[in-house]
């Protein structure tokens, strides 16, 4: 990945050809994901679409350059979503540029607009919709340009392929037609886009930009990057949360081979060496002469229900238009619980750092470079403008893993040995028992169902800690809480609906009369959390719509015609009864039929990510071993709407990862630990998905809808599939379970012998 | 100590009992071994000695001299892929990508082995290697495909 | 040595044969199909005792293939005469024993003979489940006529003439069975006649555990002296039991039920099934079973000084550095200064192994301290090599311990080095003797096809490692 070994400055950059200015905006992107704005007052103008709000330069998001180069920057990262591809999809599509012709730069606070973090599926729905009318308003630029020079109306210039075509047939190209401060303008609110009618990049399966460099060996991640004199540093990190460093005798590491320097800082402590496994082995003897005080207390790890009960909580009212329930109704109740879950990056996290001329350059896997730069500045007691993040790819991080803290890690180390480039590697151990984990939570719901077999009221309460404690704080930091002068931990806050934290997809899609929705907010973390892809969503949906079918089989009522009946979104009910004809869901063989045991099952689960991002509903068939209460999930068919379908086999491959995923977290994750140390450190202890758990088969359905807004789709997976595989066991065993994860062990000890 | 890594030897100082995915990727600056856990457990750092699929992480290199090591690089190069490569690129079986150079040397270490494999076999000669990002069925794909252009390739050479 | 013991087995054979001249006279009658059991008919708290007496007996081991279904068999057994295939003994009427009567699974069970009157082959212990109570063998019925029926049929045996004739089993039976029920010791408290009930009988430990004469059968002189399963060795369970820790109750009872203890590792291979399956026994059997076994083994001496050592240290892991806080493996500077010697073995110790099985992280997700370990001290070199070329395979999605395989990254030579470090340095036990001929079957069985198998739960070892 060229970019990362290519340090511009803005200087270069702005000596270069086209038009580059840099105009941020320091919008503050203090949540998950930005606050919607606010709604426009008359007086002033539209709001800009997508993340022009926070950077309103044509020439922040799309860089022509006289040789024709097209250059696409983005705040996003990628993070193997394919983002890049879509991103210059989008572009390609509305400049009428040629799309081997795009370049395109990600996520660098020297030279990309602060877009916040790479997360809640917003990538397209922020980056996308501002460059794509960036990108059309660039290319309206360049016609008005051509038009000048040709001497006709602009309305009788056609493009191609990053040409303006005049009538009589001559063509201005891109490059030839760009002049310097040209694309330096404030976007509009309005573009002219394209007709989608005449779309030749989107809804197309164009192949990944960022995949061949992954199969062949090429420079793809950080991990990879290797400055010339770079060191490789390795932290010894505490064997608890809030352990104290006593003492350690550096003597015998010290004469280690490769060695160069010791880093003590409080109870911050690290080796820096020559050579990877010098790095390695140094790390080693030096957690092992080290000498902690422990004194924490995590909870019991069996009773996190309990746990969560007592915990003080802080009310937020979601919904709140409960209606008197009809006398006669028929009401049931339920509660469910999930664990912490862990990210489980294949990758354990890694950053390379470099202070150099007062600089301070950290290469990260970061989702959010500039909230990471600003944390890493604070903690460094640096001017932030002396910091730069650039973000260069890592293993899948799936929301806040280690990434964040292994760049201040490098910073600190970067400090130590100033002038080389510095790499921490972090171990499997320390990325599985230092992340931040997905929050445990609980959910307890009642409802009525009235004589119709309808849903007459609904009251849901759903316990929850923060679902981010990313930085910007320094706190935020691993490292910067062990330091001799240490940050403290930020407060956490709840993110607001309507897109939520523990409270994401609280809110029912369904039409429900009467309906009371509570979040409980925890602010005590006594076990590390931040955010794990789709927040409280994947815990929520899992909740309703498992749910959902406790209730079609109290009314009677199939659970798909249930949900149908409680749902009037038509793009809803597309996507519902697609997945169902897909699957062959009425036709589906019966429990007990011939060819299939009593141990198939069948589920159908349904949700609109946040309410306000992609459609997904998802059916499955299961399979549950009835000696050993072993389930397997044997099919999935889903269908999807994110709106205009960009790369419909990018969606396909978040949709199928996220069942795959979320199916893992579903039926074998949960972090443990004893009273004082997290004991899932490998993948012996913290068990995933492996392929002798694979589904037979699985079907991803895209519902396009040409010239709609994108609608976030990275995360759209995750709930719906949890809810589907558990019901599918309900349906395969007549056993409901509501505990996560719905392990073997607890399938078999409800159905017995 | 000399080291046979695709092809060519290499002098390499370093440690005999340095594990060799440290020595492909730092001594020899080759990217497609990853680190993953370093226990064995992951299949991240798969490589082949003498066709047959190893995890570098743990394996020293003072058990390699005088055998044949074969990396991701060594099949093939973006320009002129080789066949599980093509397959992948044109299965797009990746999302981060991370656990699939491992993913495809243990691959085809079968498929060197046994072409014809079908998929219950490949599903278990897999079961040593973790994706985090769900792309199973793509890389379960992708295999399939290299099978048939392998296939197809020498029944080239044959007609 | 082979050719003597073909010879011997060859006029064994004979001998077989004249004696199934005799057996005609034994003859067994067909027991009459009866229409399948209605699930409902059998009583719930029956079922249940019988899934426990089912896990006791780990019918699952032998009557499931690692990736086929519960109890429809087609498991191949290798023995010394040809590979014998476990039947399906799910309820299916025409495949399994779906018609099958209580009295024809009873005969079956305790006297090795089908519904059709056939003989069945002892590799189906029935000289052991000979000692079953007619209320056990009631409660097995329950159980396995209330599972799921399978449609399937085992391939047929690869036995040779004249074995391959069943009636010869008449022969065999006459020599070596000894019909049950199980006589109580009255000089013996309850929790031992209840452990050697269970452990003689249904447990069958003896078919493992015990070395076998040229017929196959159980040498009833040396009980327990350990003998082979699977291609790994099963180690003695009386006196002579290798471990360098003794024993006890409480160790054995945590093993059978964990599959591990910390004095001694982790259960692989058919030990870790029975385990497993242990797992699921309530802890009145479990504490009989370990009683009974644990006065099998006696009390031997306390441990070498060496080994208290080392036990000490293995206490001390996982306590002075966290799991988590760096890394599970092995502080370099404190590591056995085996390189000093030039022996490869040592090298590919220190390079290899030590750094988990030295490391701070406490068994069983550590790896167990070689000093302690059965495999190391036992008499054959077969279960070390095992391990080394395959590891300890995750299980599916399962909290278990895992070790990588070396089969692909050490050669022959390379392991054999190995082989011979580990027990020189950690035992003052000679040398093994079969570390080329342990080597040579292990490579084979890694090389054969497995049809059934996945290799997740294809390779393990018996016993404690």
């Known amino acids: 990945m060229s970019e990362i070994g290519t340090i511009l400055s803005r200087r270069a950059v702005l000596a270069g050809s086209g038009a580059l200015i840099f105009s941020f905006s320091s919008t503050a992107w203090a949540q998950e994901n930005a606050a919607p704005a606010a709604a426009p007052t008359s007086a002033a103008p539209p709001p800009l679409p997508g993340s022009l709000k926070q950077a309103p330069f044509l020439d922040s998001w799309i860089r022509v350059d006289a040789d024709g180069a097209i250059t696409v920057f983005t705040g996003k990262a990628e993070l193997g979503q394919g983002i890049k591809t879509a991103l210059l999809q989008v572009a390609a599509e509305q400049l009428d540029a040629n799309f081997d012709q795009l370049k395109i730069v990600t996520a660098d606070t020297g030279r990309t607009a602060n877009e916040g973090y790479t997360a809640g599926s917003h990538s397209m729905q922020d980056s996308g919709t501002a460059i794509m009318h960036a990108a059309a308003q660039v290319r309206q630029l360049l016609v008005a340009q051509a038009a000048q020079r040709a001497g006709v109306q602009p309305e009788q210039m056609t493009t191609d392929s990053g040409a303006v075509i005049a009538p009589d047939g001559r063509r201005f190209g891109y490059g030839d037609l760009v002049a310097s401060e040209m694309l330096h303008v404030r976007a509009s609110p309005q573009s002219k886009l394209k007709d989608p009618a005449q779309y030749k990049y989107l809804n197309r399966r164009i192949p990944r930009v960022d995949i061949p460099a992954k199969v062949t060996g090429g420079e793809a991640y950080v991990q990879d990057f290797r400055p010339d004199g770079m060191a490789h540093g390795r932290i010894v990190r505490p064997p608890s949360y809030g352990a104290v460093l006593d003492s350690v005798d550096t003597a015998a590491v010290e004469k280690m081979p490769g060695v160069i320097k010791i880093v003590r800082d409080g109870s911050f402590l690290a080796v820096v060496v020559e050579r990877e496994f010098q790095a390695v082995e140094a790390m080693r003897a030096l957690a092992a002469a080290a000498r902690w005080q422990e004194s924490g207390k995590l909870p019991d790890m069996t009773a996190l229900p309990a746990l969560l009960a007592e915990l003080p909580a802080q009310d937020i009212k979601v919904i709140d238009q409960q209606q008197p329930a009809p006398a006669n109704a028929k009401t049931i109740a339920a509660t469910f619980t999930r664990p912490y879950v862990s990210h489980g990056s294949i990758g354990p996290s890694c950053a390379v750092a470099q202070l150099k001329d007062d600089v301070l350059t950290v290469w990260t896997h970061t989702q959010g470079v500039y909230p990471d730069r600003d944390a890493i500045a604070e903690m460094m007691r640096m001017p932030k403008d002396k910091v730069r993040c650039i973000h260069s790819q890592g293993s899948g991080c799936y929301g806040h893993n280690g990434a964040d803290d292994a760049a201040g890690d490098a910073a600190l180390l970067a400090r130590a040995l100033p002038g080389r480039p510095v790499r921490v590697q972090w171990t499997r151990e320390q990325e599985l028992g230092w992340e931040p984990y997905g929050p445990a939570m609980m959910v307890k719901v009642n409802a009525a169902l009235d004589d119709s077999g309808k849903v007459a009221d609904w009251d849901y309460t759903v316990w929850s800690n923060t679902h981010s404690m990313r930085p910007g704080p320094a706190g935020a930091l691993i490292a910067a809480r062990y330091l001799a002068e240490p940050f403290p931990e930020p407060k956490p806050f709840p993110i607001p609906m309507p897109e939520g934290g523990g409270d994401r997809n609280s809110n029912p899609i369904y039409k429900f009369p009467s309906m009371k929705v509570l979040h409980r907010f925890l602010p005590a973390m006594p076990i590390r959390v931040s955010a794990l892809r789709s927040l409280g969503a994947y815990m929520n949906i899992f909740s309703i719509e498992s749910f959902m079918d406790e209730l079609a089989a109290a009314a009677g009522t199939d659970?798909?015609?249930?949900?149908?009946?409680?749902?009037?979104?038509?793009?809803?009910?597309?996507?519902?009864?697609?997945?169902?004809?897909?699957?062959?869901?009425?036709?589906?063989?019966?429990?007990?039929?011939?060819?299939?045991?009593?141990?198939?099952?069948?589920?159908?689960?349904?949700?609109?990510?946040?309410?306000?991002?992609?459609?997904?509903?998802?059916?499955?068939?299961?399979?549950?071993?009835?000696?050993?209460?072993?389930?397997?999930?044997?099919?999935?068919?889903?269908?999807?709407?994110?709106?205009?379908?960009?790369?419909?086999?990018?969606?396909?491959?978040?949709?199928?990862?996220?069942?795959?995923?979320?199916?893992?977290?579903?039926?074998?994750?949960?972090?443990?630990?004893?009273?004082?140390?997290?004991?899932?450190?490998?993948?012996?202890?913290?068990?995933?998905?492996?392929?002798?758990?694979?589904?037979?088969?699985?079907?991803?359905?895209?519902?396009?809808?040409?010239?709609?807004?994108?609608?976030?789709?990275?995360?759209?997976?995750?709930?719906?599939?949890?809810?589907?595989?558990?019901?599918?066991?309900?349906?395969?065993?007549?056993?409901?379970?509501?505990?996560?994860?719905?392990?073997?062990?607890?399938?078999?000890?409800?159905?017995?012998? | 100590m000399k080291l046979n890594v695709n092809n060519a030897q290499h002098d390499v100082d370093a440690d005999p009992r340095t594990p060799l995915l440290y020595v492909l990727r730092g001594d020899l600056k080759l990217n497609a071994a990853k680190f993953g856990c370093g226990l064995g457990q992951c299949g991240a750092c798969t490589v082949l000695v003498n066709g047959e699929p190893v995890f570098s992480c743990v394996t020293p290199i003072a058990l390699l001299e005088g055998k044949e090591i074969t990396t991701l690089e060594g099949l093939g190069t973006e320009e002129k892929p080789a066949p599980i490569q093509q397959a992948f690129i044109e299965s797009q079986a990746a999302q981060c990508g991370y656990c699939i150079p491992g993913m495809m040397m243990r691959a085809q270490a079968l498929l060197q082995k046994n072409p014809h494999a079908g998929d219950a076999e490949i599903r278990a000669w897999l079961e040593p290697n973790l994706c985090r990002c769900g792309s199973h069925m793509r890389i379960l794909r992708a295999i399939h495909r290299a099978q048939h252009i392998i296939r197809t390739a020498q029944r080239g050479e044959a007609g | 040595m082979r050719g003597f013991v073909r010879s011997v087995f060859f006029l064994c054979l004979l001998l077989i044969v004249g004696i199934a001249v005799y057996a005609i006279f034994s003859y067994e009658p067909p027991l009459g199909p009866i229409p399948p059991p209605q699930r409902e008919s059998f009583d719930q708290t029956q079922v249940k005792r019988g899934a426990e007496l089912a896990a006791i007996g780990s019918c699952g081991v032998c009557h499931t293939a690692p990736s086929g279904r519960e109890f429809a068999g087609g498991v191949g057994?290798?023995?010394?005469?040809?590979?014998?295939?476990?039947?399906?003994?799910?309820?299916?009427?025409?495949?399994?024993?779906?018609?099958?009567?209580?009295?024809?699974?009873?005969?079956?069970?305790?006297?090795?003979?089908?519904?059709?009157?056939?003989?069945?082959?002892?590799?189906?212990?029935?000289?052991?489940?000979?000692?079953?109570?007619?209320?056990?063998?009631?409660?097995?019925?329950?159980?396995?006529?209330?599972?799921?029926?399978?449609?399937?049929?085992?391939?047929?045996?690869?036995?040779?003439?004249?074995?391959?004739?069943?009636?010869?089993?008449?022969?065999?039976?006459?020599?070596?069975?000894?019909?049950?029920?199980?006589?109580?010791?009255?000089?013996?408290?309850?929790?031992?006649?209840?452990?050697?009930?269970?452990?003689?009988?249904?447990?069958?430990?003896?078919?493992?555990?015990?070395?076998?004469?040229?017929l196959g059968a159980e040498k009833t002189s040396e009980k327990f002296a350990g003998g082979e399963a699977e291609g790994w060795s099963a180690y003695a369970i009386n006196a002579s039991s290798p471990a360098p820790v003794p024993w006890t109750e409480e160790t054995l009872l945590q093993y059978l039920s964990h599959g591990f203890n910390a004095d001694h590792g982790v259960a692989r291979g058919p030990m870790l099934e029975v385990a497993s399956n242990l797992g699921a026994v309530p802890n009145d059997d479990l504490h009989a079973l370990a009683t009974y076994i644990a006065a099998q083994i006696g009390r031997p001496a306390a441990p070498t000084p060496q080994v208290a050592k080392q036990l000490e240290a293995q206490g001390a892991r996982g306590k002075t550095v966290a799991a988590a806080s760096a890394d599970s493996q092995a502080d370099p500077s404190q590591r056995?200064?085996?390189?000093?010697?030039?022996?490869?073995?040592?090298?590919?110790?220190?390079?290899?192994?030590?750094?988990?099985?030295?490391?701070p992280r406490a068994a069983p997700f550590g790896g167990i301290d070689f000093a302690l370990s059965s495999n190391i001290n036992g008499p054959s070199a077969k279960n070390l090599v095992n391990v080394v070329l395959n590891g300890l395979p995750a299980a599916g999605s399962k909290r278990t311990p895992i070790m990588p395989g070396f089969a692909n990254a050490m050669d022959d030579r390379q392991v054999a080095a190995l082989a011979r470090y580990l027990r020189g340095h950690f035992t003052d036990k000679p040398a093994w003797t079969d570390i080329e001929s342990s080597l040579n079957d292990a490579r084979a069985a890694l090389r054969a096809p497995k049809p059934n198998s996945a290799p997740s739960s294809g390779s393990a070892s018996p016993d404690a490692s």
């Open chain 3, 336 to 359: 056995r200064d085996a390189t000093a010697g030039d022996d490869e073995g040592a090298l590919i110790y220190t390079a290899t192994c030590s750094g988990c099985h030295q490391g």
């Open chain 3, 77 to 214: 057994l290798p023995t010394p005469f040809g590979a014998i295939y476990s039947t399906n003994i799910t309820p299916d009427p025409e495949t399994g024993i779906g018609n099958w009567s209580l009295a024809a699974f009873q005969r079956a069970l305790r006297r090795g003979v089908r519904r059709d009157g056939a003989y069945l082959y002892p590799a189906f212990p029935y000289d052991h489940f000979t000692l079953v109570s007619d209320d056990d063998a009631k409660a097995l019925y329950a159980f396995l006529m209330t599972r799921e029926p399978v449609r399937a049929t085992a391939p047929a045996n690869q036995l040779p003439f004249p074995l391959n004739v069943r009636l010869v089993m008449s022969g065999w039976n006459l020599l070596f069975l000894k019909p049950g029920p199980y006589q109580p010791d009255p000089a013996r408290d309850d929790a031992y006649n209840r452990g050697a009930y269970l452990a003689e009988g249904l447990g069958h430990c003896g078919s493992c555990h015990t070395p076998r004469n040229v």
């Open chain 1, 559 to 753: 659970p798909v015609e249930f949900r149908l009946k409680h749902l009037d979104d038509p793009r809803a009910r597309e996507v519902v009864s697609t997945a169902a004809e897909r699957f062959g869901w009425s036709a589906k063989p019966r429990a007990g039929m011939p060819g299939h045991g009593s141990n198939y099952g069948y589920g159908f689960a349904f949700a609109r990510y946040k309410n306000l991002a992609a459609y997904c509903a998802i059916a499955c068939e299961v399979e549950v071993n009835h000696e050993t209460g072993r389930a397997r999930m044997v099919r999935a068919v889903a269908a999807v709407d994110s709106g205009q379908a960009v790369n419909p086999d990018g969606i396909a491959n978040q949709i199928e990862g996220a069942i795959l995923q979320s199916m893992s977290w579903t039926l074998y994750e949960n972090v443990s630990f004893d009273d004082r140390r997290i004991i899932s450190v490998d993948w012996a202890t913290y068990p995933i998905l492996r392929f002798s758990a694979v589904p037979d088969s699985m079907e991803v359905h895209i519902i396009n809808r040409p010239g709609l807004p994108f609608l976030g789709s990275g995360e759209a997976g995750q709930g719906p599939a949890a809810a589907a595989v558990a019901n599918a066991i309900a349906n395969a065993t007549g056993y409901r379970f509501r505990d996560l994860p719905i392990t073997a062990e607890r399938i078999k000890a409800a159905i017995g012998v």
